[in-house]
């Protein structure tokens, strides 16, 4: 079944403590993306990534990294969460070109406490 | 970068059809209208997209306006499952890239009355 695959569905954690969010696609898409959405704030990018070894940052990439080594795989690190990170997490991925639908994970809910 | 405008939030009744709209002015030649919607606790959903011609899908029409500064989003008869945020949304050309990326806005609320 074609899929976009987040891991963990929930994750609660402490100030300063490193995680990292997984991502996987098993459709072969170019194109990755992480979003976050906030109450009253709606969806909004924090990085994407056209292809392998290609990453830019969307409109709020303060405090997170990605990176793209395979195709398949756009994990989002947080190096040093803070409270201010506590949010749902949406990743998407596309086939190439702008003709493409996003397909969406189911999101993972994260706590910084 | 291209941004849409959608009202916050729309009602509707059961079975009847279901216009929503979305203000693009700034659009350019090659950007693609998008349309998600998320309902409740799952992630956004695809929907539609359309360049220039109405398109038509078994989810939903799109109507797009002849200087592309606008299209709307047609649901022929809402049912209670189409209560959901509807996102509006340009596929925008990034610089040297061969993809566009997608920037989400508020999205508009649909309820469904029965």
């Known amino acids: 079944e074609a899929q976009v695959t987040q891991n963990p569905r929930y994750l609660i954690t402490v100030t300063g403590k490193k995680l990292t969010v997984t991502c996987s696609q098993n459709?072969?898409?170019?194109?990755m993306s992480w979003y976050r959405q906030d109450p009253g704030l709606g969806l909004r990018q924090i990085y994407y990534?056209?292809?392998?070894?290609?990453?830019d940052k969307g409109d709020v990439p303060e405090g997170y990294k990605v990176s793209r080594k395979e195709k398949r795989n756009f994990p989002l690190i947080l190096e040093s969460p803070s409270p201010n990170q506590t949010s749902l997490y949406f990743c998407?991925?596309?086939?190439?070109?702008?003709?493409?639908?996003?397909?969406f994970g189911n999101g993972t809910r994260l706590t910084v406490t | 970068d291209a941004k849409t405008t959608q009202p916050n939030s729309m009602e509707s009744n059961e079975e009847e059809p279901v216009h929503l709209p979305c203000n693009h002015s700034?659009?350019?030649?090659?950007?693609?209208i998008h349309w998600y919607r998320q309902l409740p606790s799952q992630g956004p959903e695809y929907v539609i997209h359309?360049?220039?011609s109405n398109v038509n899908n078994r989810m939903a029409s799109l109507a797009i306006a002849e200087d592309r500064k606008s299209s709307t989003l047609i649901l022929h008869r809402a049912t209670l499952r189409d209560a959901a945020v509807y996102y509006c949304?340009?596929?925008?050309?990034?610089?040297?890239?061969?993809?566009?990326?997608?920037?989400f806005g508020k999205g508009t609320k649909l309820s469904v009355k029965p």
């Open positions: 998407a991925s596309s086939f190439e070109g702008w003709n493409s639908p996003l397909h």
């Open positions: 459709m072969n898409h170019e194109y």
């Open positions: 990534s056209m292809n392998v070894e290609v990453t």
């Open positions: 700034t659009i350019s030649g090659t950007d693609y």
């Open positions: 359309g360049l220039t």
């Open positions: 949304i340009l596929r925008v050309q990034t610089y040297g890239g061969s993809q566009g990326n997608l920037i």
